[in-house]
Structure formats: structure tokens, C-alpha cells
């Protein structure tokens, strides 16, 4: 296809480049400093620097930290048979989440790129990989999650209004969707009510969890240990059942690498971004540990299981006529955390546009807002259409599988990029072995989810193969139709929504 001027049709003119040669990485670095005192004083319609340290850190807990640790400890005590290797599990999990984040702070800073896993995949391994990630992404990864998180969210919102038997579906779904789209409009209208929206609500989470340990401590602090007795009874020690733990547990962290998602509007991205990672995954991973020894402390195996809101179990049972504090509490929590994955993941499509790899109408930025509002509609879109899926077990194992299978990727990427740009300038620069031990378990979690959920398994690989034709006809050498297509949308999209095409530069 012929590209065309920018300037007639708004369809922006970068085009996607691979690999970053040491003397343009350095260049990129350069404009990523400076733009921090110049962003507010050029003329030029993009993405504004305004995310902290603080900011950086409430993102990452904030997305975090929400529906999986009030959904997924059901999924780990499942799968691992018992409650000390369920324990064992969430620690695991929380140290590979570190590992892996560690590993992503090197990638982040020494590629300063918004998009995260697509840039990074990118640039060590072309266009057509980083595209295959682009399109699970846009089919399973982030609208799977946001759509499990906003219906977490309806279902705890809506259970005091139905408490001895489960909300109508169709309420569920239809407050749910009147969240994504109150989300979506905050995102589309201001970065800073964004953050404040993200401080807020991961504070509240925060306090729903402290109630939750402090009603556990109390719990056991006056002798009731008959949980405790045999822990390990009942554990599965088949590497298909700990496989799926583990991505119940990993479900419960996903989150951990959005920041790297809006590097571009990180306020010095090489020092707040692995201060970020180092404060929130601590944290996150103390938090869990000792919520799960407050929910094992307080209920039966039985009735962990048979509970699809363990949260508000727990808040019946040891909060009396306060327990409609809990699904109010939850809901507050999976409110904020989708706030910020609707903020993070809508720059990865974003970026995507930008580089050629998704309609051009995706990369423009309203010019009074200065956010990408058609991007961030695109996202409440197939969001919307994802919440009518009913059994959110089978959505987290595609979505495990998957994200698994692209960090593998991602991480892969390091290894081969300090073998292909060993001189490269690396900010941060993690020990070897790091994204080693980190490959060989995403290996393990690839290779044994594929004996246990084959279903799941072979409709995610049949997914990501299916980008590959979509690749070669819509990019490579795409249709003129397609391309007569995407200008008429892009340009409908500019007048109706006040765009333009990012003016920053991207060498």
C-alpha cells in the first residue's frame, strides 16, 4: 500500500522499525529526559508527561490489586488440593511476578516506549511477533480482563440486594457494562482524574483488606487453629493441576506490567519506573499472603470452594449485620483496579495504531483533552461485548495461557538483545540468571497447561496463528479496500471526536 501524507488524511506517518540501533536508543533516551520540562511548552498534540513515583505505584497496586485476590483464591485452593500448598503457591507466584517485573524494569528503561510486551517484543523480534501480541491482546488479554473485573465488581455491588441466592445475570451484566462506560468516560476526559480516581480507590482496597486480616488475626488469636491441623492434606502433586494453580495465582498478580503500558507519560521514566516496580510488589505480595491466611483461618475448604464471592463469605460469617461492608468494599476495590487497566491498556492499542499495526484512527489524541479517545472506545467497545461469556474459570485460563506464553516471549527478547546490542545502554541491567529461572517456569506453565486444559490451550494457540494471515493482509500487503476503509474511518473519526495524529517524533 502506498503510504500517504499525514497531512491530507491524518493517518500517521511512523512506521514500525526494528531493532533500535544503540545510537537511536540513545537519542530516544535524550527525548524522553527532556520531554519532561518541555512537554508542557511545545505546541505539538500528544501525550503529556503526569504520572509520579506515587502515581507509578498506585497503578501498579491499584491494577493489581482487584478482582483476583476475591476470585482467584477459590482457583489456587482448587487446583493445589490444600491449603499450606495453596499458601505456597501465592508466595511462588508473588516471587515470579518480581522476577518477571525486575526483568521488565531492564526492557522499560532501555527501551522507553509505551505499549510494554509489544514494544519490547518489537524490537528484539520484529513486526509480525509483536503484532501477534497486539492481537491476542485485542481478542483475549485486555478486554478478558477488564470484562472478569467489571463483573466481580456487579456481583458484590448487587449481592446485599440478592443474599441467599446469586443476582440475575442480566443485572450483573448491565451495571457492569454502565461501569466500563462511566470508566472509559473519566479516562477519555483527563489523565489527573484518572490518577486521583487510582489513589482513591487503591486506598479503599487497601482498608478492605486490613479488615479482612485484622478480623483473621482476631480469629486465631482466640484458639480457633482446627484449619491449621493438617495443612498439606489433600495437595495435588501432578504438573498439570500445579500449572493451573499457579495461573489462578498469576491471574491474581496480572497487572504487575502495566506501567510499562505509559512509560511516554511517566515523569522520568528510568528512575520512577523501577522504583515503582520495587515498592508495589512487596507489597502486593505481603497483602495477599497474609489475606489468604485470614480466609483459610476463618473457612472451611468446603466452604472456599463453594463460595463463587469468598470475600463476602468471610465478611458474613465474621462481620454479623456490618457484612454488607465487604461486597461494598470489593466493589470499591475491583472499581479502582479497572480504572487503571482501562487507562494503561488502551495505550497499548494506542501505540499499535501509531506503528501501522491497527486503524490509524486508534492513534489520535484529542486535541483538548490530550488523551487517545478513539483508543480508549475501541477498548470500552469489545470490553462490552465480552461480558456476556458466564464462566469466568475458563476466561482466566485462556488469559493465563496466553499472557504466560508472550512473557515467555517478552523475556526471550532480553536474553536476545543482550546477545544482539550487548553495548546498548541498560539503565538497569538484572543479574542473568533472573530472566532465566523466569523463562524456564513460563516454560513449565506453557508446556503443562497443555496436558490438563487442551481445550483452552488450543483455542488460544488457534488465535494468536490466526493473526498471522490477518498480519499479511491488512499490513504487509494489505488490501486497497482496507486501506480506502481505514482512511474514511480515520478521518470520520477526527472530525467527530476533535483528533489529530500523535506530532511526536519516534525515531
Excluded at 520484529?126 to 472478569?148: D, E, H, S
Excluded at 486521583?196 to 482498608?207: A, E, S
Excluded at 498439570?240 to 491474581?252: C, H, K, P, R
Excluded at 503443562?448 to 496463528?465: F, M, Y
Aim: some cysteine; overall charge neutral; proline content about 5%.
Amino acid at each position: 500500500m502506498t503510504r500517504i501524507q499525514a497531512s491530507d488524511t491524518l493517518i500517521p506517518r511512523q512506521v514500525f522499525e526494528v531493532p533500535i540501533e544503540a545510537g537511536s536508543d540513545k537519542k530516544a533516551r535524550d527525548r524522553s529526559n527532556s520531554a519532561t520540562d518541555t512537554s508542557s511548552q511545545s505546541s505539538g498534540v500528544k501525550l503529556k508527561k503526569q504520572i509520579g513515583l506515587l502515581d507509578g505505584v498506585a497503578i501498579i497496586v491499584g491494577v493489581i490489586v482487584g478482582a483476583g485476590i476475591f476470585v482467584s483464591p477459590k482457583g489456587v485452593l482448587m487446583f493445589s488440593g490444600s491449603i499450606g500448598q495453596s499458601l505456597i503457591v501465592w508466595v511462588l507466584c508473588g516471587v515470579l511476578s518480581m522476577v518477571g517485573a525486575l526483568c521488565y524494569a531492564e526492557l522499560g528503561t532501555m527501551i522507553p516506549k509505551s505499549g510494554g510486551d509489544y514494544a519490547y517484543i518489537g524490537t528484539a523480534f520484529g513486526p509480525l511477533p509483536a503484532f501477534l501480541y497486539l492481537w491476542v491482546a485485542l481478542l483475549i488479554l485486555v478486554p478478558t480482563g477488564n470484562a472478569i473485573t467489571a463483573l466481580t465488581f456487579a456481583q458484590y455491588l448487587l449481592k446485599p440486594f440478592w443474599p441467599s441466592c446469586e443476582a440475575p445475570i442480566e443485572a450483573v451484566q448491565l451495571l457492569a457494562a454502565a461501569m466500563i462506560c462511566v470508566l472509559t468516560v473519566i479516562n477519555c476526559y483527563n489523565v489527573k482524574w484518572v490518577t486521583r480516581v487510582t489513589d482513591i480507590f487503591t486506598g479503599t482496597k487497601v482498608v478492605a483488606l486490613m479488615v479482612i486480616v485484622g478480623a483473621g488475626v482476631w480469629y486465631l488469636a482466640g484458639g480457633n487453629t482446627d484449619y491449621w491441623d493438617q495443612p498439606f492434606s489433600g495437595g495435588h502433586k501432578e504438573p498439570g493441576y500445579i500449572a493451573l494453580a499457579f495461573y489462578s495465582g498469576l491471574f491474581s498478580y496480572s497487572g504487575w506490567n502495566y506501567l510499562n503500558f505509559v512509560t511516554e507519560e511517566l515523569k522520568d521514566p528510568y528512575r520512577n519506573l523501577p522504583r515503582a516496580i520495587c515498592i508495589s510488589m512487596p507489597v502486593v505480595t505481603i497483602i495477599y499472603m497474609v489475606t489468604n491466611v485470614a480466609y483459610f483461618s476463618v473457612l472451611s475448604t468446603d466452604e472456599i470452594l463453594t463460595s463463587d464471592a469468598v470475600a463476602v463469605t468471610f465478611g458474613d460469617k465474621m462481620l454479623g449485620f456490618l457484612s454488607w461492608i465487604m461486597p461494598f468494599a470489593v466493589a470499591c476495590s475491583t472499581f479502582g483496579s479497572l480504572n487503571g487497566a482501562i487507562f494503561a491498556s488502551s495505550r497499548l492499542f494506542f501505540v499499535g495504531a501509531r506503528n501501522g499495526h491497527l486503524p490509524a484512527a486508534i492513534s489520535l489524541i484529542n486535541i483538548n483533552c490530550l488523551t487517545p479517545v478513539p483508543s480508549l472506545i475501541f477498548l470500552c467497545l469489545i470490553t462490552l461485548m465480552l461480558l456476556f461469556i458466564k464462566d469466568t474459570y475458563v476466561l482466566i485460563n485462556y488469559v493465563s495461557y496466553v499472557e504466560a506464553l508472550f512473557t515467555l516471549v517478552s523475556v526471550s527478547g532480553l536474553l536476545w538483545l543482550r546477545f544482539k546490542q550487548p553495548k546498548a545502554e541498560r539503565p538497569i541491567r538484572v543479574n542473568l540468571s533472573l530472566p532465566i529461572i523466569y523463562l524456564i517456569v513460563c516454560l513449565f506453565l506453557v508446556i503443562a497447561s497443555c496436558t490438563q486444559s487442551p481445550t483452552e490451550v488450543s483455542v488460544g494457540t488457534v488465535i494468536i496463528l490466526s493473526g498471522i494471515p490477518v498480519y499479511y493482509l491488512t499490513i504487509h500487503n494489505p488490501v486497497q479496500w482496507l486501506a480506502d476503509t481505514s482512511q474514511t474511518i480515520n478521518m470520520w473519526c477526527s472530525k467527530f471526536f476533535i483528533c489529530m495524529p500523535n506530532q511526536d517524533k519516534f525515531d
